[in-house]
């Protein structure tokens, strides 16, 4: 145990931090030592651990007698796709979304802002539906359709009740699959992303950390907002 230091935060608020440092122990030490069944008895009452395919971490789970039926599961799908799930039987409503590996970060200079730009859209049109089918149709689940972009990913989600998740999970993937990109509506997007540049510029804690990013990174990716530029845009 002093050989692991950080065993010594599994109580309280730092449970989640001992964990770490348990399940890297798991994978040392056999059998588990009687000391550190003592420090975690008193664990949060219904604490449960989100398990992954690690063998070490079910093993501490199983060995500190630990519920070990999944929350949250990670499936990977034969096309490479992975799904995060998670089920919580007390609730009606349904979360979901699509989390797409590339944001601004990932962006040349000459393109920095295009992630968002994308984002944008992506709500105006697909080969299958208008920007205004899109709106009325999540309406009418009495739903949320939205999106974010940061400089790792950008997300496409929704929130409805538990009975139209196939209907908003058919309408993400629509978006996010088939956008039209359509020139007249490129230009309307422009204008309403060169609106929120000017926001930004208006409020000073969001320019303050534009300016402290950019001085930071210098000519890195990570220094240009998400937005892009006057220019790029």
Same mark, same amino acid.
Request: hydrophobic share 45%; with cysteine.
């Given at each position: 145990?002093?050989?692991?230091?950080?065993?010594?935060?599994?109580?309280?608020? /730092?449970?989640?931090?001992?964990?770490? #440092?348990?399940?890297?122990?798991?994978?040392?030490?056999?059998?588990?030592?009687?000391?550190?069944? /003592?420090?975690?008895?008193?664990?949060?009452?219904?604490?449960?651990?989100?398990?992954?395919? =690690?063998?070490?971490?079910?093993?501490?789970?199983?060995?500190?007698?630990?519920?070990? +039926?999944?929350?949250?599961?990670?499936?990977?799908? $034969?096309?490479?796709?992975?799904?995060?799930?998670?089920?919580?039987?007390?609730?009606?409503?349904?979360? =979901?979304? !699509?989390?797409?590996?590339?944001?601004?970060?990932?962006?040349?200079?000459?393109?920095? $802002?295009?992630?968002?730009?994308?984002?944008?859209?992506?709500?105006?049109?697909?080969?299958?539906?208008?920007?205004? *089918?899109?709106?009325?149709?999540?309406? @009418?689940? $009495? $739903?949320?359709?939205?999106?974010?972009?940061?400089? *790792?990913?950008?997300?496409?989600? @929704?929130?409805?009740? /538990?009975?139209?998740? *196939?209907?908003?999970?058919? &309408?993400?993937? /629509?978006? !996010?699959?088939?956008? &039209?990109?359509?020139?007249?509506?490129?230009?309307?997007?422009?204008? !309403?992303?060169?609106?929120?540049? #000017?926001? !930004?510029? +208006?409020?000073?804690?969001? =320019?303050?950390?534009? *300016?402290?990013?950019?001085?930071?990174?210098? +000519?890195?990716?990570?220094?240009?907002?998400?937005?892009?530029?006057?220019?790029?845009?």
């Amino acid at each position: 145990a002093e050989k692991m230091g950080e065993v010594r935060r599994v109580e309280g608020a /730092d449970w989640v931090h001992g964990m770490g #440092a348990l399940t890297e122990l798991a994978s040392q030490m056999d059998p588990m030592p009687s000391l550190l069944f /003592d420090k975690i008895k008193g664990y949060p009452e219904g604490y449960r651990v989100i398990t992954n395919p =690690l063998a070490s971490v079910r093993k501490v789970a199983l060995t500190f007698g630990m519920p070990t +039926d999944q929350a949250v599961q990670r499936t990977k799908l $034969g096309n490479h796709v992975v799904v995060i799930t998670e089920r919580v039987p007390a609730v009606r409503s349904a979360s =979901l979304g !699509v989390w797409v590996k590339i944001g601004s970060r990932f962006e040349a200079p000459e393109q920095a $802002g295009i992630s968002h730009f994308i984002e944008h859209m992506l709500f105006k049109g697909t080969a299958n539906r208008s920007a205004k *089918e899109i709106a009325f149709q999540i309406d @009418a689940m $009495g $739903g949320q359709l939205d999106a974010f972009t940061t400089k *790792e990913h950008a997300c496409y989600f @929704a929130n409805v009740l /538990d009975v139209h998740v *196939e209907d908003a999970f058919e &309408l993400v993937s /629509d978006i !996010v699959l088939n956008p &039209l990109f359509e020139e007249h509506q490129m230009e309307r997007e422009r204008a !309403v992303i060169l609106e929120e540049l #000017a926001a !930004v510029e +208006d409020a000073p804690e969001e =320019l303050l950390w534009e *300016e402290f990013s950019s001085t930071f990174w210098l +000519d890195h990716p990570l220094g240009t907002p998400v937005l892009g530029t006057r220019e790029t845009i």
